[in-house]
T-cell receptor
Framework: DQQVKQNSPSLSVQEGRISILNCDYT??????FLWYKKYPAEGPTFLIS?????DKNEDGRFTVFLNKSAKHLSLHIVPSQPGDSAVYFCAAKGWSSASKIIFGSGTRLSIRP | DVKVTQSSRYLVKRTGEKVFLECVQD?????MFWYRQDPGLGLRLIYF???????EKGDIPEGYSVSREKKERFSLILESASTNQTSMYLC???????????????FGDGTRLSIL
């Protein structure tokens, strides 16, 4: 049973537009959420995170929104750039889970020129 | 910059072989992790360690063991490799003791392991 779900395996967005990647979770004990970005033949790199006490966190072109009641988070990238083409993983953990992070299955984002 | 180095980028082994995957980090991080990445399944945690000689099972430990004799090095061992262990293996590390860390994990570039 997947506790962190990314239901869209792929997404194609035109350069300059907004990219929205979605993630749902089932475990109400999760209180910290992260997004990682992965290029082919490289390991994932940390992008942005959000604690459950917040509903929004922004870092440059990247914003993560958290809706605790819906158990849903999203990553917004605006404006989208060609270098944003990658696989994005949503991840979640609870404070008592001893750093055990649960990852989603990933969404492949392609930015069209 | 944190550097997590995995000893091999590509590895081909035969079923039944004992396989060692090595990972070294240079930032004195307490926590180290081994994941495998499979299409449609994301990253799944195999084992992690929050201190030297300490280890904890992740979600899919069966068929694997780990060793952490030194703080900077975390080894993943496939006791008797099988074809269903063909996968991308990723090592990661993060700071803070005790395993209760909200610091993001830093990943190596992965080892693509094929078991024939």
């Amino acid at each position: 049973d997947q506790q962190v779900k990314q239901n869209s395996p792929s997404l194609s967005v035109q350069e300059g537009r907004i990219s929205i990647l979605n993630c749902d979770y089932t475990n109400s004990m999760f209180d910290y959420f992260l997004w990682y970005k992965k290029y082919p033949a490289e390991g994932p790199t940390f992008l942005i995170s959000i604690s459950s006490i917040k509903d929004k966190n922004e870092d440059g072109r990247f914003t993560v929104f958290l809706n605790k009641s819906a158990k849903h988070l999203s990553l917004h990238i605006v404006p989208s750039q060609p270098g944003d083409s990658a696989v994005y993983f949503c991840a979640a953990k609870g404070w008592s889970s001893a750093s055990k992070i649960i990852f989603g299955s990933g969404t492949r984002l392609s930015i069209r020129p | 910059d944190v550097k997590v180095t995995q000893s091999s980028r590509y590895l081909v082994k035969r079923t039944g072989e004992k396989v060692f995957l090595e990972c070294v980090q240079d930032m004195d991080h307490e926590n180290m992790f081994w994941y495998r990445q499979d299409p449609g399944l994301g990253l799944r945690l195999i084992y992690f360690s929050y201190d030297v000689k300490m280890k904890e099972k992740g979600d899919i430990p069966e068929g694997y063991s780990v060793s952490r004799e030194k703080k900077e090095r975390f080894s993943l061992i496939l006791e008797s490799a099988s074809t269903n262990q063909t996968s991308m293996y990723l090592c990661a590390s993060s700071p803070e003791p005790g395993g209760y860390s909200n610091q993001p994990q830093h990943f190596g570039d992965g080892t693509r392991l094929s078991i024939l």
